[in-house]
């Protein structure tokens, strides 16, 4: 079998055959995408670029083309996991206490010429229905905090203000910034 018709054989039928494989491989993993399913499938066509180039046509291709696709994805699946695991360790969140004490939140350090409580607090009519829809989820405590922020007060003197701790602060001000919350304001 000569390499072109080797390759023929593969790339038929919109690559059919080599669809197949890769689909068998990815069969053992689960859980991907389409989008990542056309990734692998390229992953695919380089694999059977690098055959092409030491074509033994004394091999049963199928098994070799196979084993090939295998150590391929294998690789590439780790690489993937890597990234994800190396992403997760690197991402932080806004509301994480930083400092000493934790009374500030690392969103709390970021320069921002957005300040979500003076927005809730402006008074002009087409942000006064939003504020008030954002306002009403809120508990007394959380609508008390954002008054208090969109005055300038800072995250100690509203503690010591409203009697707490710094988690309880923490936790006020992660319901405050939750999503189901400020999706009203947006």
Known sequence: METEQFLADYYENDAEKLRSMVDRILLRF??????????????????????????????GPDGYVYSCLLKKIKTEMTRRNREKRRAEQTAVSLDMPVGEEGTMTVGDTLVSEFDLYREVFREDEQMGAKARAYLNRLSKT??????????????AEIQKLLHMKPGEYNGQMAALHAYENIKILL
């Open 30 to 59: 689960g859980g991907i995408s389409e989008m990542d399913r056309d990734d692998f499938y390229s992953v695919a066509n380089e694999v059977m670029a690098q055959i092409s180039l030491s074509f033994d046509a004394s091999r």
């Open 142 to 155: 959380q609508r008390r905090i954002a008054s208090l922020l969109a005055e300038d007060y800072k995250p």
